[in-house]
């Protein structure tokens, strides 16, 4: 089975471009796929040890037992439909571990990408080399995805399907993107003059981020919104443009830290208990809504901003004061606060109108 030099060196190097592997990539799946096709028409020797050898320089095929040559006559045209299909299923292999090496260094930095498809579950989107899916638990809320969208995504991580091919898993909803937004558009942040110290987020709606100024004279929250708050819009306006951010500096004095993680809403008075992470804090009637949110969201992302359980307590006047309902109610133990915090009741969240919230927050985001 001789293949003219020339021939054969121009085919091996075409299909080892083409896939992104290297040519003995491919002659190592040659030599498996004459292995098998031999085994498969002479099933007798199926439990003998063969060795498949092809030259670099012709692409002559032998097969050897015991360093000697076994190869049957016209065995090169009997096999071939099968060496074939061996062939090309271990260059998708190899294909395939280039392809996830290629992004495994990828993890945890923002790549691009553009929706290849849409089942109503989940998307598919093309970033390059490969294909990556953005589960529905990894999307934003509320937001919709058509053929031909480009998104900015989350590389989250690879992991492996059932047949065990690379599946590469990005995120729309992961805090981790907000970060990379703003290590993108701040170089404060990616220079480490800014410190990021941590993100929540409840994906499209609203998220809080704590940074930290390393530096004296420099202003975190003021490098993170930017001049006229260009810094921030831009990355609302990758997020689609509905997610609010909460830019918080962040405090080693965790009462005034957790005043600030209630913005926009003054805070009256803070009640620690540091030990069992629960605070009490006082706020006047008007503001409660604020410091609550709609839905429970503002004291939620909160609490799992500060690590402590809250309680808004309203005062209705200077003499009367009415406790509300907890903002966050945890049994267990305190250190779960972060992830199995619950909403407030809605209807007390809704009682002041919503264009009051926005027009606070706007002021606080400007300042």
Known sequence: MTIIKTEFALALNQVATERGISPDDVLTSIEAAIIA????EYPESETEEFVAQVSRETGETKILKEGKDITPPGFGRIAAQTAKQVILQKIREAEKKTVAAHYQAQIGALIKGRVIRYDGYNAYLDIGKAEAVLPREEQMKDERYSVNDSLIVYLKEISQDKFGNPRIIVSRSDSKLIEELFKREVPEISNGTVEVKKTVREAGERAKIAVYSTQSGVDPVGACV???????QTVTDELGGKEKIDIIQWNPDEKLFLMASLSPAKITEVELDSKNRKAKVTVDEKEAPLAIGRGGINVNLASR?????????????????????????????????ETTVEAPDEKK???TPETKEEEKEEET???
């Open 37 to 40: 096709a031999y085994k498969r």
């Open 226 to 232: 930017g001049q006229k708050g260009v810094r921030v």
């Open 305 to 337: 901003l500060t690590d402590f359980e809250i309680d808004i307590i309203q005062l209705k006047n200077e003499t009367t004061e009415t406790k509300g309902e907890p903002a966050v109610e945890t049994k267990d133990e305190p250190s779960e606060i």
């Open 349 to 351: 969240a809704d009682e």
């Open 365 to 367: 985001t400007k300042a």
